[in-house]
């Protein structure tokens, strides 16, 4: 599966160096707004210890872990939805994405220009939904202007969508993004095509500064009024300090490990970054290990047998007859493939098993 998050934010919260972080790759990013015009993109490796066991375990020639393009966008700002900045620009450019990792700044530091002139995370955050929501009203609308003609061919599809949009309409004009809008699966269905912005999954990341004034840390009232948005809202959010781990993009194992701990930086922001991007998109991982290739899965969190064989080939879940299976630890734990048969380890399943996260699996097509 290809799997796309979008890093945006105002100018200047630090989407550049999050991604240099991110992907070790080098990117632009000056102190000044626009600097990034074109999306730069990074295909991550999703950390996982399980496929490198494995691939210990299977002695096998190639590790492949599982994958995740970010995508580093340019800074918006207000009026964007109006064609202000690089606003058409930008918003195609999300659109494209599965999923947004928002950005913003919790840290004071007057040596880094703010385009509004302060730093409140929850102000910037409003000002960045509220473009994505106006160009998702812009949407609903010209939709909603062109279905009636749908309508009067006597479409249930088109009366079904109709009300979609009504909701989504209602949902928008009040201020809130359409997630809020709580669609059931045909009417998701029907507007899935108009590509909407704020039925994404939202990530928020809150950028800190290592040895800086960090809000979290002085509990400062505009840190409170954050959290409780997230609380309200059921917001996922991670805090990362994208200066620091960008210092550390070129160290390796206990390098890393002896630096964080010197820098008094306790997580390791990136790995929960990308971790809770896999899982904001409502991802698992299975593996299939031999001596040739250990290799990390991306599926749907519930999808069958047949279906997540479709991860490997397209042919496979049309050609499904059984799958083995096995979980990881149970498969490390018997020593070998053998034993772990001997023991009833490995499982036949047929096509309406629900691959679990973590589950070793062999197709028989």
Not at 74 to 88: F, I, M, T, W
Not at 175 to 188: F, R, V, Y
Not at 191 to 211: A, E, F, H
Not at 278 to 302: M, N, Q, S
């Amino acid at each position: 599966m290809e799997l796309k998050v979008g890093i945006v934010g105002l100018p200047n919260v630090g989407k550049s160096t999050l991604f240099n972080a991110l992907t070790k790759k080098s990117v632009a990013c000056e102190n000044y707004p626009f600097c990034t015009i074109d999306p730069s993109v990074g295909v991550v490796a999703v950390p996982d210890e399980r496929l490198g066991k494995l691939s210990t375990f299977s002695k096998s020639a190639k590790t492949i872990p599982a994958a995740v393009e970010f995508v580093d966008i340019a800074g918006l700002v207000k009026g964007a939805s109006a064609g202000e900045g690089l606003g058409n620009k930008f918003l195609t450019n999300i659109r494209e994405t599965d999923a947004i990792a928002e950005m913003v700044r919790i840290f004071e530091d007057e040596n880094i220009i703010h385009v509004a002139n302060k730093i409140d995370p929850l102000s910037d955050i409003e000002v960045i939904n509220l473009e994505l929501i106006l160009a998702d009203m812009q949407t609903v609308t010209k939709r909603l202007g062109s279905i009636s003609s749908d309508i009067r061919r006597g479409s249930k599809d088109a009366v079904i969508e109709n009300g979609a949009l009504e909701k989504l309409k209602k949902i928008l004009e009040d201020g809130k993004i359409a997630k809020e809008a709580h669609l059931d699966e045909k009417e998701t269905f029907l507007i899935k095509s108009l590509c909407l912005l704020t039925l994404k999954p939202i990530l928020y990341v809150l950028n800190k500064k290592s040895g800086g004034k960090n809000l979290d840390e002085m509990n400062d009232e505009r840190f409170q009024k954050l959290s409780k948005f997230f609380k309200e809202t059921n917001s996922k959010y991670v805090i990362v300090d994208a200066g620091i781990e960008n210092e550390l993009k070129e160290l390796d194992g206990g390098d890393k490990k002896e630096m964080r701990e010197g820098l008094g930086v306790k997580d390791d922001g990136i790995d929960n970054l990308i971790k809770a991007g896999y899982d904001l998109l409502g991802l698992i991982t299975y593996f299939t290990t031999g001596e040739d290739e250990t290799r990390a899965w991306t599926i749907k969190r519930g999808w069958t047998a047949p279906e997540a064989g479709t991860a490997i080939h397209n042919d496979f879940k049309d050609k499904f007859i059984r799958a083995e299976v096995v979980f990881w630890s149970d498969l490390l734990g018997a020593g070998s493939h053998g034993n772990a048969r001997d023991k009833g380890l490995i499982r036949t399943e047929g096509k309406e098993y629900v691959v679990k996260d973590g589950d070793v699996v062999e197709f028989k097509i």
